[in-house]
């Protein structure tokens, strides 16, 4: 059974997060990649950080009817460049009507607008649904070292420091940096669709000083542990 002891290093916020464990990783040289425990140690400290950095939450999406989220599909630039091509193209039919070309064009052209709109509305509904599910997530629980004891708080209590420690099968609470590690690995093909786990080892690599997906020292939120 992995077992691993982690430092929240930022909070889910998505993968637009991944510029600033970019900065962080590159902040420490190779000597340095396994990092210093600076866990919380009392209640007023844990209070200030979540004042400061805020709940250990997903950014809230404002929310409208999908038929604006369709229209908006459907009249993006390229959109509107074939609408107005389908246009002239009927237009030309029209100013000659032997020709049917014209007029198969700009049918195929608006059959090209609806089905790329639709397709991209629905890519887009997965992926909202998706944000929801990891909002569920942010109800569950998760172990932390706290006064030199672990503790079980919510996973939307973390705060920035706190030294969370989990096993296998449980769900990686936050975007964390790893810095001791037993058989480790995570499923990240909710995030990158890779199918096979990735295995965390507690230190960065070369790859992962550039690209925080590739770090062997890097878990992100709601990722599996295997």
């Known amino acids: 059974m992995a077992t691993v002891l982690t430092t929240v290093v930022c909070f889910s916020v998505s993968l637009l997060s991944s510029a600033t464990l970019a900065a962080f990783v590159r902040k420490r040289p190779p000597h340095r990649q396994r990092c210093r425990c600076f866990a919380t140690t009392?209640?007023?400290?844990?209070e200030k950080r979540k004042?400061?950095?805020?709940?250990?939450?997903?950014?809230?999406?404002?929310k409208h009817h999908w038929i604006f989220d369709l229209i908006h599909e459907l009249t993006s630039v390229f959109a509107l460049l074939l609408w107005v091509g389908g246009i002239l193209a009927v237009i030309g039919y029209g100013l000659n009507t032997e020709d049917t070309s014209n007029l198969w064009l700009g049918i195929v052209l608006w059959i090209v607008v609806l089905i790329t709109g639709i397709f991209a509305f629905w890519q887009n509904s997965k992926s909202d649904d998706i944000i929801e599910s990891f909002k569920s997530f942010q109800n569950a629980k998760a172990m932390v070292v706290r006064h030199g004891e672990k503790v079980e708080v919510n996973v939307k209590d973390l705060v920035l420091g706190d030294v969370v420690t989990f096993k296998t099968?449980?769900?990686?609470?936050?975007?964390?940096?790893?810095?001791e590690a037993n058989a480790l690995?995570?499923?990240n093909s909710g995030l990158t669709g890779e199918s096979e786990p990735v295995k965390l080892t507690g230190q960065c690599g070369e790859k992962g000083f550039?690209?925080?997906?590739?770090?062997?020292?890097?878990?992100?939120?709601?990722t599996l542990c295997v």
Do not use: W
């Open 42 to 46: 009392d209640e007023p400290v844990v």
């Open 169 to 179: 099968g449980d769900k990686v609470p936050a975007d964390i940096r790893v810095f």
């Open 210 to 222: 550039e690209t925080p997906l590739e770090a062997k020292n890097i878990a992100f939120f709601s």
């Open 51 to 62: 004042e400061r950095y805020g709940p250990n939450t997903m950014p809230e999406k404002k």
């Open 185 to 187: 690995s995570v499923n």
